[in-house]
T-cell receptor
Framework: AQKITQTQPGMFVQEKEAVTLDCTYD???????LFWYKQPSSGEMIFLIYQGSYDQQNATEGRYSLNFQKARKSANLVISASQLGDSAMYFC???????????????FGKGTKLSVKP | KAGVTQTPRYLIKTRGQQVTLSCSPI?????VSWYQQTPGQGLQFLFE???????NKGNFPGRFSGRQFSNSRSEMNVSTLELGDSALYLC???????????????FGSGTQLSVL
């Protein structure tokens, strides 16, 4: 079974509108971390936002927020006021320190390609 | 502060050859991880090094190996290249201050390897 599932291979959003990218995860480890990364065409993975499994509040970083629903095992990324520069691949990832995990080992989803239309 | 530097940016090899990729982490970062990214399999963890020791390893054949030097720079080696090894190889570094789940990984731009 996949540990990270991103069901939207591609999405379009109008500039200045908000968009939600879906991510569900599967783990039996009570302590885990969830990350979102952005990968533009240059290839570099850029960290966007982090949510810990014990965090009580949803994480926010500027225009990025994470809609964390622990019981549903979902960690959706919300981008507000989309900009043309937001066009990129977006990856959801999880770190679990048990089950053979380690700090350098992130499990990634397949990604969602976001295209922002002017 | 300089980011994670990977060299070379592009590489073309033929089947059966071997290749060495290099990664210089952010200054002060002691952990280096390697990932393989392909259109079919996505991003897959290869291995992680911390203080010159391999700390974790993904599910890849023994043809894939790596090492870390005392200055935290890391190299990965792929021997007897196969067509399926064509991929973007990404290196990531992290500070590793504690044992929590919140350490960010900082990635380089990758080495695009093409095996002909």
């Amino acid at each position: 079974a996949q540990k990270i599932t991103q069901t939207q291979p591609g999405m379009f959003v109008q500039e200045k509108e908000a968009v939600t990218l879906d991510c569900t995860y599967d783990t039996s480890d009570p302590s885990y971390g969830l990350f979102w990364y952005k990968q533009p065409s240059s290839g570099e993975m850029i960290f966007l936002i982090y949510q810990g499994s014990y965090d009580q509040q949803n994480a926010t970083e500027g225009r990025y927020s994470l809609n964390f629903q622990k019981a549903r095992k979902s960690a959706n990324l919300v981008i507000s006021a989309s900009q043309l520069g937001d066009s990129a691949m977006y990856f959801c990832a999880m770190r679990e320190l048990k089950n053979g995990g380690s700090q350098g080992n992130l499990i990634f989803g397949k990604g969602t390609k976001l295209s922002v239309k002017p | 502060k300089a980011g994670v530097t990977q060299t070379p940016r592009y590489l073309i090899k033929t089947r059966g050859q071997q290749v060495t990729l290099s990664c210089s982490p952010i200054s002060g970062h002691r952990s280096v991880s390697w990932y393989q990214q392909t259109p079919g399999q996505g991003l897959q963890f290869l291995f992680e090094y911390f203080s010159e020791t391999q700390r974790n390893k993904g599910n890849f054949p023994g043809r894939f190996s790596g090492r870390q030097f005392s200055n935290s720079r890391s190299e990965m080696n792929v021997s007897t290249l196969e067509l399926g090894d064509s991929a973007l190889y990404l290196c990531a570094s992290s500070l590793v201050q504690g044992k929590g789940t919140n350490e960010k990984l900082f990635f380089g731009s990758g080495t695009q390897l093409s095996v002909l």
